[in-house]
């Protein structure tokens, strides 16, 4: 196999749970070394269930093909343990509050005297500088101090929380490891390392761009629901089938609603629907509701007018057009030979090594 495009990049990721984790794990994918830094005993994810075995499978899941050194950094000596790491490393990934690896006598300053050439990345709820800095935080107080959450919060009555991690992963793995590649080619062309601070705060905010324009031009800024994407528009819906499955409607164009109106046989003078779109809507809702998922998803796959069954997670894994283009073929080998399927990251096929598809973790 021709080299990988980060053959030979080494990473020294002090980070633990899901943001940096993610993001090491996608680096690695495209050929770095990484070695995990833990404290004794191992980070906290490896205590998080369901266990693999007598391992966690979410851990198993972050740290495929990674090294692992115990080390509690808060004696005397662990930066003399480290030194010759940092030494060779191009990339340290942190995730610790501010402040933390500045007591540590591990800062950006104290690292680049011993590796003027490193890219020194800082993951964190709210940055590094601000009044917030040091505020704790998970996912779900990013995306609330940020706005984005305010677009699509559920009913008054019974709120609903988004089912993915947008701050975590969008704003947290995703924007360090576009800064990590980025700072890496800098230093081709300047020979210097640099310094990332990665707010997954700051970074939730990139996921309402559109919204962010709207309320700029008009200055008036959507509410719950009031957008084309959050629920106003009846192209832009989920409507339950009598089987309780739930169809989802994406038609926006022109040429894809008049295919999907003209299918569940929507009176005419809705098909207007911006006269009155809740009117429509409910109109959709009732036609949609008459029919089982099967019987529907039947025509709007013939139809191919942006309509989707929502399927649950186990059935879009046995989905053939997944399974043909290799999203699954990766593995994850536990020391006694047990395997499970891995994460899916999103590093394309001619980045990564195809001839191993089966990787340990760094086992306790």
Request: with cysteine; hydrophobic share 40%; aromatic share 8%.
């Amino acid at each position: 196999m021709a080299a990988q495009p980060l053959s030979g990049i080494k990473v020294l990721d002090f980070s633990t749970l899901l943001p940096g984790p993610l993001a090491s794990l996608m680096l690695a994918e495209a050929g770095a070394e990484i070695l995990k830094v833990e404290r004794p005993g191992g980070e906290d994810l490896r205590n998080y269930p369901p266990k693999w075995g007598k391992q966690s499978a979410p851990f198993a899941f972050m740290n495929r093909g990674k090294k692992s050194l115990e080390i509690d950094l808060r004696k005397e000596g662990a930066l003399e343990i480290l030194r010759p790491h940092i030494e060779q490393a191009d990339v340290l990934i942190e995730q610790f509050r501010p402040g933390v690896m500045d007591r540590l006598g591990l800062n950006y300053e104290a690292v680049r005297q011993i590796n003027p050439l490193i890219i020194y990345c800082s993951i964190s709820s709210y940055g590094q500088t601000g009044p917030k800095a040091t505020q704790a935080g998970h996912d779900l107080n990013f995306i609330s101090d940020s706005g984005v959450l305010s677009f699509s919060t559920g009913s008054d009555e019974k709120p609903s929380l988004p089912p993915f991690l947008v701050g975590d992963i969008g704003g947290g793995t995703m924007p360090a490891v576009i800064n990590i590649l980025l700072a890496l080619r800098m230093r081709d062309q300047t020979g210097e390392g640099t310094n990332l601070d990665i707010s997954m705060a700051d970074n939730s905010f990139a996921f309402a761009a559109f919204l962010h324009a709207a309320g700029q031009a008009t200055g008036t800024y959507p509410g719950n629901g009031d957008w084309l994407l959050t629920g106003a528009s009846p192209r832009y819906q989920l409507y339950p089938a009598a089987d309780g499955r739930i169809i989802a409607c994406g038609a926006l164009e022109q040429k894809f609603w008049d295919r999907f109106t003209e299918i569940i046989g929507l009176d005419d003078d809705l098909k207007q629907d911006w006269k009155d779109p809740e009117t429509t809507k409910a109109r959709c809702a009732e036609l949609i509701k008459a029919r089982s998922s099967s019987e529907w998803m039947e025509q709007f796959d013939k139809a191919d007018c942006c309509v989707s069954l929502v399927k649950k997670f186990d059935e879009a894994l046995n989905d053939p057009h997944f399974i043909e283009r290799g999203l699954f073929d990766y593995r994850i080998e536990q020391s006694n030979g047990e395997t499970i399927g891995a994460a899916v990251v999103p590093i394309m096929p001619q980045f990564r090594d195809t001839t191993t598809k089966t990787k340990g973790f760094p086992e306790l």
